[in-house]
T-cell receptor, first 113, second 112 residues
Framework: NAGVTQTPKFRVLKTGQSMTLLCAQD?????MYWYRQDPGMGLRLIHY???????AKGEVPDGYNVSRLKKQNFLLGLESAAPSQTSVYFC????????????FGDGTRLSIL | GQQVMQIPQYQHVQEGEDFTTYCNSS?????IQWYKQRPGGHPVFLIQ?????EVKKQKRLTFQFGEAKKNSSLHITATQTTDVGTYFC????????????FGKGTKLSVKP
């Protein structure tokens, strides 16, 4: 099993460009999450999903959109990239309980110039 | 809003020395999770604490949950170079939705 797979691993964008980060999990997890990690800031939740077709805002949702059309996939979109969105993005998934561990992908390093 | 404070931010130790990181919350927690992130890697789940006063051990790692369920600690005995990384605590704030608030982490470096 691959676990949680994120693509791409690295990307450089220019301000104003758009892109989509892909997350796929093969563990049949109901819950999926998108985080961003910045130096000294820990992990901050952007958006999350508790099931296919449902999404919700996390702590820092502005400038991002998400979609969960299939249970195994969770997409994160940047409509108009800004330098402040330069970060490492992690996707995670878990079984449907607050007592279950989250499983993380390897991350996507995104730079906005 | 709900916050989890984690200290220290950095810790440099000589191999063989002990290491402790602490997490403190402003509210009573239902549970707390600990994760480790190696340099350049992704967070990996270590353990979860649920009960008041709970103590769990994983080899040289000891995890404690405070009696009031507002604080937690991770202690590593006799650090090794393989312990290098950032250790995060995470508290649940999303009810059944599994949402976690992560502390800012303690970055551990170990000098051989």
């Amino acid at each position: 099993n691959a676990g949680v797979t994120q693509t791409p691993k690295f990307r450089v964008l220019k301000t104003g460009q758009s892109m989509t980060l892909l997350c796929a999990q093969d563990m049949n997890h109901e819950y999926m999450y998108w985080y961003r990690q910045d130096p000294g800031m820990g992990l901050r939740l952007i958006h999350y999903s508790v099931g296919e077709g449902t999404t919700a805002k996390g702590e820092v949702p502005d400038g991002y959109n998400v979609s969960r059309l299939k249970k195994q996939n969770f997409l994160l979109g940047l409509e108009s990239a800004a330098p402040s969105q330069t970060s490492v993005y992690f996707c995670a998934s878990s079984y449907p309980s607050s007592y279950q561990p989250q499983h993380f992908g390897d991350g996507t390093r995104l730079s906005i110039l | 809003g709900q916050q989890v404070m984690q200290i220290p931010q950095y810790q440099h130790v000589q191999e063989g020395e002990d290491f402790t990181t602490y997490c403190n919350s402003s509210t009573t927690l239902s549970n707390i999770q600990w994760y480790k992130q190696r340099p350049g890697g992704h967070p990996v789940f270590l353990i979860q604490l649920v009960k008041s006063g709970e103590v769990k051990k994983q080899k040289r790692l000891t995890f404690q949950f405070g009696e009031a369920k507002k604080n937690s600690s991770l202690h590593i005995t006799a650090t090794q170079t393989t312990d290098v990384g950032t250790y995060f605590c995470a508290e649940n704030y999303g009810g059944s939705q599994g949402n976690l608030i992560f502390g800012k982490g303690t970055k551990l470096s170990v000098k051989p």
